[in-house]
């Protein structure tokens, strides 16, 4: 979450009676920013990640692993030992990190406290700082609770037992999501929050509805009608919608926010050389956002059972979805002035880059737009792609009002724009510079759980920004139809036993055309030009900008600008817009001709004159990501669910108990005296 507004949060008539009022001056301060921003470029690339955590309480005579509610407590102490740490090394402040609030009281987030730089070793120093917050947290908790990065605790919500620490089993006291669950205990109170459920809630007209296949294991009751839901409980309007069909046979129910925002992420932020280069990197990471979410799947299980999934989203989607029944396609136009397919979290529904590969065609999916907002954009002079882009974020209602920022100097804030734009929980976000700062256009890669270890959020972060060298590098783009990357999206997280290597993922031929052969030699196919830092560009550079971004904001990794051994760019063949399918195993690792994403970095690295120390640290990481796509190396998601298969209180009737739940979390709490 970003910065948290302070105030008076306004009730749901009021907050919806200003909508436009938010929409109309969130229009003018991004306009403000965009002639702000005009014509400047030279961005260096920096970057950095978000890492998410959930403190959890072992308490070990009664062998139950609980959600510590103590956030607060913790980021105070936390802030204390930082403000510390930076008074007695003022020359290291610079790499103190920070810590974040979060939607549920048991979360944490960490940053690197600024960004990283852009050379290789920045890249690989990412793991020790991620150490180094674990470390620091650790050490300032109770020494019964640990900071754990788990996507999913499998025991939020259940019925039977305690699942918090103190144990706040009452839900009666939540009437901002008046879940059947979970009580507002594990929401941070900070007014942020419980308004934004309990105005999602009033938006909607009844309480989120969560539906999640249940894995059906041989003593698995069929149909599957769960016995722990207090279908009967009278306390809030919302307590009948289970009981008359919310709650579907066969599915795992969840009724709250909590159990989607209360799910951990990894996320990695990057700065562009100028606007244009952030929305091309944007266009390119759209189609690998899916992919990168089936290998980092992390969250197979979901108020005390097993799921017949292995990752968070369509929980997450579920989660914060706010849409009318006439919004959601449930009853005609009325009240209401679109029909919205997606929740406000979900995948990219338009590319934005201004790039004539960008094709209308790929725009494939219904994408409702404010067209007063697309009018005025277009109007100011904003082009077509990216003007859509915010006319479609801004078809949302502001959720969150604070009565004190209603008036806001529209030359000297974003806050508007950023009310609309961070309640649009796309799995790529395009964030626009901030006012009075020096931080530029960024893009955000959001799709991927947390992993267990820091050393497989390191690899993953690592080849995330590996990947943006080399689209940017080769000049690569993967449009292909955005149909295709929602379908990938909402299918790759029920991925569970057969493992990953047979999901079985569509990809336009546009891909595997446009990829560099992995190729060391240094003479190119065609004989065309190499661009300054040897990279050839892509033949057919059809983008209105300039290709000089490209080799000014990597010239930084090329820590030698003699390199010698550039990897020649594919030839373009005619490129048809059939769709091949491929396992996540040929994505990465490449099939044939097609280098695989993975051969793309690899291409890439291997050009850089870089130190074998250095080299050999990139390897290790890459090898994860290569491992795992080839199902050598299983996702934490399996090794999760296979824990909680074999162990010896398991009666395959999908239950995770709590026996289970703590062994579980204490293996991996124990994995740490390992590694
Ligand atoms: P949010 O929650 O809004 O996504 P955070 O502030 O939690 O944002 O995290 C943003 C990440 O971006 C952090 O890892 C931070 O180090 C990094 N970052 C900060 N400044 C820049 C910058 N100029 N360019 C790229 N990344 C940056
Ligand atoms: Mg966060
Ligand atoms: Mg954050
Ligand atoms: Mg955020
Ligand atoms: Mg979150
Ligand atoms: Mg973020």
């Given at each position: 979450?970003?910065?948290?507004?302070?105030?008076?949060?306004?009730?749901?008539?009021?907050?919806?009676?200003?909508?436009?009022?938010?929409?109309?001056?969130?229009?003018?301060?991004?306009?403000?920013?965009?002639d702000?921003?005009?014509?400047?470029?030279?961005?260096?690339?920096?970057?950095?990640?978000?890492?998410e955590?959930?403190?959890?309480?072992?308490?070990?005579?009664?062998?139950?692993?609980?959600?510590?509610?103590?956030?607060?407590?913790?980021?105070?102490?936390?802030?204390?030992?930082?403000?510390d740490?930076?008074?007695?090394?003022?020359?290291?402040?610079?790499?103190?990190?920070?810590?974040?609030?979060?939607?549920?009281?048991?979360?944490?987030?960490?940053?690197?406290?600024c960004?990283?730089?852009?050379?290789?070793?920045?890249?690989?120093?990412?793991?020790?700082?991620?150490?180094?917050?674990?470390?620091?947290?650790?050490?300032?908790?109770?020494?019964?609770?640990?900071?754990?990065?788990?996507?999913?605790?499998?025991?939020?919500?259940?019925?039977?037992?305690?699942?918090?620490?103190?144990?706040?089993?009452?839900?009666?006291?939540?009437?901002?999501?008046?879940?059947?669950?979970?009580?507002?205990?594990?929401?941070?109170?900070?007014?942020?929050?419980?308004?934004?459920?309990?105005?999602?809630r009033?938006?909607?007209?009844?309480?989120?509805?969560?539906?999640?296949?249940?894995?059906?294991?041989?003593?698995?009751?069929?149909p599957f009608?769960?016995?722990?839901?207090?279908?009967?409980?009278?306390?809030?309007?919302?307590?009948?919608?289970?009981?008359?069909?919310?709650?579907?046979?066969?599915?795992?129910?969840?009724?709250?926010?909590?159990?989607?925002?209360?799910?951990?992420?990894?996320?990695?932020?990057?700065?562009?050389?100028?606007?244009?280069?952030?929305?091309?990197?944007?266009?390119?990471l759209?189609?690998?956002?899916?992919?990168?979410?089936?290998?980092?799947?992390?969250s197979?299980?979901?108020?005390?059972?097993?799921?017949?999934?292995?990752?968070?989203?369509?929980?997450?989607?579920?989660?914060?979805?706010?849409?009318?029944?006439?919004?959601?396609?449930?009853?005609?136009?009325?009240?209401?002035?679109?029909?919205?397919?997606?929740?406000?979290?979900?995948?990219?529904?338009?590319?934005?880059?201004?790039?004539?590969?960008?094709?209308?065609?790929?725009?494939?999916?219904?994408c409702?737009?404010?067209?007063?907002?697309?009018?005025?954009?277009?109007?100011?002079?904003?082009?077509?792609?990216?003007?859509?882009?915010?006319?479609?974020?801004?078809?949302?209602?502001?959720?969150?009002?604070?009565?004190?920022?209603?008036?806001?100097?529209?030359?000297?804030?974003?806050?508007?724009?950023?009310?609309?734009?961070?309640?649009?929980?796309?799995?790529?976000?395009?964030?626009?510079?901030?006012?009075?700062?020096?931080?530029?256009?960024?893009?955000?890669?959001?799709?991927?759980?947390?992993?267990?270890?820091?050393?497989?959020?390191?690899?993953?972060?690592?080849?995330?920004?590996?990947?943006?060298?080399?689209?940017l590098?080769?000049?690569?783009?993967?449009?292909?139809?955005?149909?295709?990357?929602?379908?990938?999206?909402?299918?790759?997280?029920?991925?569970?036993?057969?493992?990953?290597?047979?999901?079985?993922?569509?990809?336009?031929?546009?891909?595997?055309?446009?990829?560099?052969?992995?190729?060391?030699?240094?003479?190119?196919?065609?004989?065309?030009?190499?661009?300054?830092?040897?990279?050839?560009?892509?033949?057919?550079?059809?983008?209105?900008?300039?290709s000089?971004?490209?080799?000014?904001?990597?010239?930084?990794?090329?820590?030698?600008?003699?390199?010698?051994?550039?990897?020649?760019?594919?030839?373009?063949?005619?490129?048809?817009d059939?769709?091949?399918?491929?396992?996540?195993?040929?994505?990465?690792?490449?099939?044939?001709?097609?280098?695989?994403?993975?051969?793309?970095?690899?291409?890439?690295?291997?050009?850089?004159?870089?130190?074998?120390?250095?080299?050999?640290?990139?390897?290790?990481?890459?090898?994860?990501?290569?491992?795992?796509?080839?199902?050598?190396?299983?996702?934490?998601?399996?090794?999760?669910?296979?824990?909680?298969?074999?162990?010896?209180?398991?009666?395959?009737?999908?239950?995770?108990?709590?026996?289970?739940?703590y062994?579980?979390?204490?293996?991996?709490?124990?994995m740490?005296?390992?590694?």
């Amino acid at each position: 979450m970003g910065l948290l507004s302070l105030g008076t949060p306004l009730s749901w008539p009021e907050t919806k009676a200003l909508a436009d009022h938010v929409r109309e001056h969130g229009i003018t301060q991004f306009l403000h920013t965009w002639d702000r921003w005009a014509g400047r470029k030279g961005e260096p690339l920096l970057w950095g990640d978000e890492i998410e955590y959930i403190v959890v309480s072992l308490l070990d005579e009664k062998k139950r692993a609980s959600l510590s509610l103590r956030q607060s407590e913790i980021l105070e102490e936390l802030k204390n030992v930082v403000g510390d740490l930076c008074d007695e090394q003022p020359e290291k402040s610079m790499v103190i990190p920070t810590f974040h609030p979060e939607y549920g009281m048991y979360m944490l987030e960490s940053t690197p406290g600024c960004p990283i730089g852009p050379h290789l070793k920045d890249l690989v120093s990412v793991e020790a700082n991620m150490r180094f917050r674990r470390k620091l947290a650790r050490s300032h908790l109770r020494p019964n609770e640990v900071p754990m990065t788990i996507t999913s605790f499998p025991r939020l919500g259940v019925t039977d037992k305690p699942f918090t620490d103190p144990e706040c089993m009452s839900v009666a006291d939540s009437p901002a999501s008046q879940s059947l669950f979970v009580g507002k205990g594990v929401t941070n109170p900070h007014a942020r929050f419980p308004t934004l459920t309990g105005n999602i809630r009033s938006r909607r007209g009844s309480k989120v509805a969560i539906n999640v296949p249940i894995y059906k294991d041989t003593n698995t009751p069929s149909p599957f009608v769960d016995p722990s839901i207090p279908y009967d409980r009278q306390l809030w309007p919302g307590d009948s919608e289970a009981k008359n069909g919310a709650a579907k046979p066969d599915h795992i129910y969840m009724d709250a926010m909590a159990f989607g925002m209360g799910c951990c992420c990894l996320q990695i932020t990057f700065q562009a050389f100028n606007v244009n280069e952030a929305r091309r990197m944007y266009d390119a990471l759209v189609p690998v956002a899916p992919i990168m979410l089936a290998l980092t799947a992390c969250s197979p299980a979901f108020r005390g059972y097993l799921a017949d999934v292995d990752a968070r989203w369509n929980v997450i989607a579920g989660s914060v979805d706010d849409r009318t029944e006439e919004e959601r396609g449930l009853k005609p136009l009325q009240h209401d002035k679109y029909r919205i397919p997606k929740s406000r979290y979900d995948s990219v529904d338009c590319y934005i880059a201004n790039d004539s590969r960008n094709k209308a065609k790929f725009n494939d999916i219904e994408c409702p737009i404010n067209d007063d907002v697309f009018q005025r954009l277009r109007a100011y002079g904003i082009d077509e792609a990216l003007a859509k882009h915010i006319a479609h974020l801004f078809i949302r209602d502001p959720l969150v009002i604070f009565s004190e920022r209603v008036d806001q100097d529209d030359e000297d804030s974003m806050d508007h724009f950023e009310n609309i734009q961070s309640t649009n929980w796309q799995t790529i976000r395009f964030k626009p510079p901030p006012p009075n700062s020096s931080i530029a256009w960024r893009v955000e890669f959001r799709s991927m759980e947390v992993q267990l270890t820091d050393f497989e959020n390191a690899a993953f972060s690592v080849f995330i920004v590996l990947l943006t060298r080399a689209i940017l590098s080769f000049n690569l783009n993967f449009y292909m139809p955005i149909s295709q990357v929602r379908d990938t999206q909402t299918t790759s997280p029920c991925s569970h036993v057969d493992n990953l290597l047979s999901r079985l993922m569509r990809i336009c031929n546009e891909l595997r055309n446009e990829m560099p052969r992995v190729n060391r030699s240094s003479t190119s196919e065609d004989g065309r030009s190499t661009s300054p830092n040897g990279f050839r560009t892509s033949s057919d550079s059809t983008e209105n900008n300039s290709s000089v971004p490209h080799s000014a904001s990597t010239a930084s990794f090329n820590l030698d600008s003699d390199s010698k051994c550039p990897s020649p760019m594919s030839s373009h063949f005619e490129a048809d817009d059939e769709t091949e399918e491929m396992s996540l195993d040929e994505l990465i690792n490449g099939k044939g001709e097609f280098p695989g994403l993975l051969g793309v970095v690899n291409a890439y690295v291997n050009s850089l004159n870089v130190d074998v120390s250095t080299k050999c640290d990139i390897r290790k990481y890459l090898n994860l990501i290569k491992e795992r796509a080839a199902g050598k190396l299983v996702t934490p998601a399996t090794w999760i669910r296979n824990f909680i298969i074999s162990h010896p209180e398991y009666r395959h009737d999908s239950v995770v108990s709590e026996v289970i739940n703590y062994d579980l979390l204490k293996a991996i709490d124990e994995m740490w005296v390992l590694i």
